[in-house]
């Protein structure tokens, strides 16, 4: 089992910078890929960005530029931070790890999520 706690979130002007943590406990031995998603309201849950233990990330297109994840694998925590915040950017933000082999997935792990509010 793996638990994970985030932090960060709240409500910004659009232009202002957050920074959401996530922090992760238990069995942590089974962590490879860390991620944020977001989910706005009457919306799917999107990925936001990963980034695997080695440090190889992947942003969604709307975020490039803009957010920058991280990890620190020694406090086995995630960090996204983001700047240039736009209202778009309102959502439930949720930390996920989860274990990749090629195509195959498995051993999701899910945070509580974190509101990020952007008012216009």
């Known amino acids: 089992q793996v638990q994970l706690v985030e932090s960060g979130g709240g409500l910004v002007q659009a232009g202002g910078s957050l920074r959401l943590s996530c922090a992760a406990s238990?069995?942590?031995?089974?962590?490879?890929?860390m991620a944020w998603y977001r989910q706005a309201p009457d919306k799917q849950r999107e990925l936001v960005a990963s980034?695997?233990?080695?440090?190889?990330?992947n942003y969604a297109d709307s975020v490039k530029g803009r957010f920058t994840i991280s990890r620190d694998n020694a406090k086995n925590t995630v960090y996204l931070q983001m700047n240039s915040l736009k209202p778009e950017d309102t959502a439930v933000y949720t930390c996920?790890?989860?274990?990749?082999?090629?195509?195959?997935?498995?051993?999701?792990?899910w945070g509580q999520g974190t509101q990020v509010t952007v008012s216009s």
């Open positions: 980034i695997t233990r080695g440090g190889n990330t």
């Open positions: 238990g069995s942590i031995f089974s962590i490879n890929v």
């Open positions: 996920n790890t989860h274990q990749t082999a090629g195509s195959l997935r498995w051993g999701d792990y």
